[in-house]
């Protein structure tokens, strides 16, 4: 299984300067990717705040939204199940190894925390510090 954080959906579903990477990267590999239920949040969040600060339009954000409910509605995009306490004792640990020296984030140690939980193969991200992290934690990290 191939988990995605909020900086590669981001990139997918809204636009950035990793857009162009995240799209063919998706066609390339043809495979299924899949997102945590906080993943979820964090992006339907995160386009929303865009259209706030004027990164996107209100109409973009529409359609962003849209595309990304209906790719889980479809199955091309999972959102994994697991035990939001296992979650926040796998977070726990995670950021008492490694916070401390790396200055991670808590939604991003939280993203990494339910890869591991879901056994994820692949962990996907744009975000150079969280590469780190998922990669300390034992994650293959791509793009």
Known sequence: MNIADTSFLFSLYGKDAHTPTAT??????????????????????????????????????TNSLAAF????????LGIVRVDLAQVMAEAMRLSALHTCAGGH????????????????????????????????????VGP
């Open 69 to 76: 409910e209906s790719d889980i509605k479809t199955g091309h």
């Open 24 to 61: 063919a990267w998706v066609n390339a590999q043809n495979k299924r990717i899949s997102t945590g239920i906080l993943g979820h949040h964090e992006l339907t969040n995160a386009l929303r705040l865009s259209a706030f600060r004027k990164v996107i339009s209100i109409a973009e954000m």
């Open 105 to 140: 984030r808590a939604f991003d140690i939280l993203h990494v925390a339910t890869a591991r939980l879901a056994k994820a193969k692949l962990f996907l991200t744009f975000d150079n510090n969280q590469r780190k992290l998922a990669a300390s934690a034992g994650l293959a």
